[in-house]
């Protein structure tokens, strides 16, 4: 069984930064991409960041230049660095890893989510 476990959220200020880490843990052969998404209410569920296995990275525009997504292969934990929050950042973050299992070909997983709220 395959795990993913956010933390890192919380309260902040405009202007303030978070770093959300992600730790996949289970029979874990391999893991590809990793990413963060992010859910506000009543939206849907947006793409943040994404990070290859080789660190490749790619963000969707509204973080760029704020954000930077990075990865620990030997822990098996992807972060988020968030700087420079904007109440529009507030949404709960949620981590998706597609890895390999000893049971299974590459499958997605994800995480509970963490909240993340900035205030003005």
């Known amino acids: 069984q395959v795990q993913l476990v956010e933390s890192g959220g919380g309260l902040v200020q405009a202007g303030g930064s978070l770093r959300l880490s992600c730790v996949a843990s289970?029979?874990?052969?391999?893991?590809?991409?990793l990413r963060w998404y992010r859910q506000a209410p009543g939206k849907q569920r947006d793409l943040v960041a994404a990070?290859?296995?080789?660190?490749?990275?790619n963000y969707a525009d509204s973080v760029k230049g704020r954000f930077t997504i990075s990865r620990d292969n030997a822990k098996n934990t992807v972060y988020l660095q968030m700087n420079s929050l904007k109440p529009a950042d507030t949404a709960v973050y949620y981590c998706?890893?597609?890895?390999?299992?000893?049971?299974?070909?590459?499958?997605?997983?994800w995480g509970q989510g963490t909240q993340v709220t900035v205030s003005s």
């Open positions: 998706n890893a597609d890895l390999v299992t000893w049971m299974t070909t590459t499958r997605s997983y």
């Open positions: 990070i290859a296995r080789g660190g490749s990275t």
């Open positions: 289970g029979s874990i052969v391999s893991i590809n991409s």
